[in-house]
């Protein structure tokens, strides 16, 4: 078994004492999960009888998940061998959680009106200045708010305090403008009503904490109409490869009048959900660490590498013989910042897990009403089918189409289908709207959601286009459960994984403690292999989910910028060693 480039020979001699530490630390919850299931599942519904919860109720809250770099005592800096290790992970939990204090204060305390000028040599706080918000508050009262427009007048606002503190002989290098983002964060909490419960939900199945579900927040205030400039789309802002990768795409239908209408799937967060969260797990497991994983989904995971190899040439002062790779990270942000050479991690991705940790404190005391969870079925006709949007309102139940309009219910529920809106006084859809629906655009299934309940009442009617074999179900029960459990055999919960769902928990434990290796890369090929067949032999929407999560692991570790770290983690562990003797 590789063992941590890190730590001395003494390390092999005391197998014992680590094997009880890693036990505590899985006791604890700070090893679990990694790859990609959780060893204590805790369903939101059993927690209360009531209709809603809040974030921070939960065990998946990053303070719980992680708590040693998140919320406990620092260590003991006593006399003796662990003196130098406890002395540099309290350095790093602290400048961590300094780090996170202001993104908390950012993300959740101040508003879009506020602007905080800091001189960063010392981060003495020299002025909090506050945008006229009457000038603001003038729009229609049901109007959204411009933040753009905003953010431009801040923006403005922006070179004239630095101007202002550059005269009074501050070097212009020295003045940081922070600006607060507190109305977009809970803006975004409103647009995630429907969807944040199968967000939870997704995240408990992969192992991953509620850090992953800020993911929208952050990228996009969960806005499912942005577009980066590097072409990234959605509100989690995946990349048109893994959208074609996933079999998410952009097409055309025809309507009863003849225009077509546009169907962009990346809009729909039910569509890219999956994608957007195995994606983070199959990072999480290639970096070793859900933490630098979330930030590698923002700026790459070659980002991610390239600050590891750097921890591990020039962070020398912050080595110990415990050193994993969430130290290399916290390192990154914050001490050894300076050190990173030029990527986008150092003009975009700094800030990100702490923004995530910032959104999440914002909103975490908000009660989840389950009862806005959107409950739909997504669906697909039958090879051959087609029928008209106007004729399919038509034959479902409740369609009242004067007052809740079942057109506008259809837009509402399928965002991915660019149809226009109807004027007040027309009942049914628009000419314009009436899109005719198929079972494929081309090669493309067109998929669709209806209200829950909805197949059964067209079957009634005599409309049986449906196809049962690629209907979806989104309910109570989606994403619920624990795939299996590492238990008594007999509990009744007890799902037995097998020994190679073991073997890639074990080596994604490895790769924690800097296991990038050649030999590691290999059992992670074998296994990927071991993971096919089980997507063949026992299909699931979980298998296909973990096959995915493998697959991107395997990518990214045959790359050029996975060799460079195995050279350098291969060249450190040598280092080690010669230092040991």
Do not use: C
Request: charged share 30%.
């Amino acid at each position: 078994m590789p063992r941590n480039p890190l730590r001395s020979s003494v390390f092999r001699a005391s197998t014992g004492a680590v094997g009880a530490i890693l036990l505590l630390l899985l006791v604890s919850g700070e090893l679990a999960p990694l790859a990609g299931r959780t060893l204590h599942f805790i369903d939101s519904r059993d927690e209360t009888d009531e209709k809603s919860f809040t974030l921070e109720q939960l065990d998946m809250h990053p303070d719980a998940v992680f708590p040693s770099w998140f919320s406990d005592p620092l260590l003991d800096e006593e006399d003796g061998a662990g003196e130098h290790e406890a002395s540099v992970r309290n350095r790093l939990v602290r400048d961590f959680r300094d780090f996170l204090t202001l993104y908390v204060q950012r993300q959740g305390e101040d508003d879009n009106f506020t602007l905080r000028v800091v001189d960063n040599r010392t981060d003495e706080l020299l002025e909090i200045h506050e945008l006229n918000r009457e000038d603001w508050e003038q729009r229609a009262p049901d109007a959204p708010w411009d933040w753009d427009l905003v953010d431009e007048q801040r923006r403005r606002q922006t070179r004239v305090l630095v101007d202002k503190y550059v005269d009074q002989g501050i070097p212009r290098k020295a003045v940081t403008v922070k600006w607060g983002r507190r109305n977009q964060v809970v803006e975004a909490r409103t647009r995630e009503l429907g969807y944040i419960e199968y967000e939870i939900r997704l995240a408990k199945l992969l192992g991953l904490s509620l850090l992953a579900t800020e993911t929208g927040t952050v990228e996009t205030f969960n806005r499912d109409d942005r577009v980066s400039a590097a072409g990234a789309r959605g509100r989690y802002q995946i990349m048109p490869f893994l959208l074609r990768m996933n079999d998410i795409h952009r097409y055309r239908l025809s309507t009863a009048t003849g225009n077509t209408i546009r169907v962009y799937e990346e809009r729909h967060p039910l569509l890219t959900m999956e994608t957007a969260f195995t994606t983070i797990a199959g990072y999480r497991n290639a970096v070793g660490h859900e933490i630098p994983g979330l930030s590698a989904y923002h700026s790459g995971p070659g980002n991610i590498f390239m600050v590891y190899r750097t921890f591990l040439e020039k962070g020398r002062d912050f080595h110990t013989r415990e050193s994993t790779v969430m130290d290399a990270y916290a390192w990154a942000i914050t001490d050894g910042f300076e050190k990173l050479s030029s990527s986008s991690f150092r003009t975009h991705s700094r800030g990100y897990v702490a923004s995530a940790y910032g959104s999440l404190r914002a909103t975490e005391s908000l009660p989840v009403d389950k009862t806005a969870t959107l409950q739909v079925e997504r669906v697909q006709l039958r090879d051959g089918e087609r029928i008209n949007l106007s004729r399919l309102l038509e034959l479902l139940p409740g369609a009242d189409l004067t007052e809740t309009n079942a057109y506008d219910r259809f837009r509402e529920h399928n965002p991915h289908f660019l149809l226009p809106e109807r004027s007040e006084n027309q009942p049914g859809a628009p000419p314009r709207g009436d899109v005719q629906l198929v079972s494929r655009s081309g090669q493309t299934p067109v998929r669709f959601f209806l209200p829950a309940g909805s197949i059964k009442a067209l079957f009634a009617a005599g409309f049986d286009g449906i196809d049962p074999e690629k209907t979806f179900h989104f309910g109570q029960d989606t994403y619920g459960g624990a795939p299996w459990s590492y238990g008594e055999p007999d509990s009744p919960d007890a799902f037995p994984g097998t020994v190679w769902d073991r073997q890639y928990d074990e080596l994604v434990q490895e790769i924690a403690g800097f296991g990038f290796t050649n030999e590691n890369r290999e059992r992670l090929a074998a296994l990927t292999e071991r993971f096919e067949a089980l997507a063949r032999e026992q299909p699931s929407s979980y298998r296909d989910m973990q096959l995915k999560i493998i697959r991107t692991h395997h990518r990214l570790w045959h790359s050029e910028v996975f060799d460079r770290l195995a050279a350098v983690v291969r060249a450190t562990a040598l280092s080690e060693e010669m230092g040991s003797e």
